[in-house]
């Protein structure tokens, strides 16, 4: 089985920064894509950012220019570096695994439980 641990969260004043960091265990032999998403209070999940093999990247545009998403593929790690946060990107972040390989199955996609990240003065 595939599990998905976030660290990181915690509060924040506006214009600073946090490091979220993901680390994804079992039988791995692959992940084709690691990336992140959010839940604000009262709203739908929605996707923050991708890495795919290879070093492909794609931002939600209301994170782009602030937030940098990195990849150990070796470690099978993924981390999102967010600067100049904002009230708004308040929400638990969950990180997201997707094309996983095992050495006895596949999966789609997995996901972490999630970790809070709150912007406030």
């Known amino acids: 089985q595939v599990q998905l641990v976030e660290s990181g969260g915690g509060l924040v004043q506006p214009g600073g920064s946090l490091r979220l960091s993901c680390a994804a265990s079992?039988?791995?032999?692959?992940?084709?894509?690691m990336g992140w998403y959010r839940q604000a209070p009262e709203k739908e999940r929605e996707w923050v950012a991708t890495?795919?093999?290879?070093?492909?990247?794609k931002y939600a545009n209301s994170v782009k220019g602030r937030f940098t998403i990195s990849r150990d593929s070796a470690k099978n790690t993924v981390s999102l570096q967010m600067n100049s946060l904002k009230p708004e990107d308040t929400a638990v972040y969950y990180c997201?695994?997707?094309?996983?390989?095992?050495?006895?199955?596949?999966?789609?996609?997995?996901w972490g439980k999630g970790t809070l990240v709150t912007v406030s003065s």
């Open positions: 997201s695994a997707e094309g996983v390989f095992t050495t006895v199955d596949y999966g789609m996609q997995y």
């Open positions: 079992g039988s791995i032999v692959s992940i084709n894509a």
């Open positions: 890495i795919y093999n290879g070093g492909r990247i």
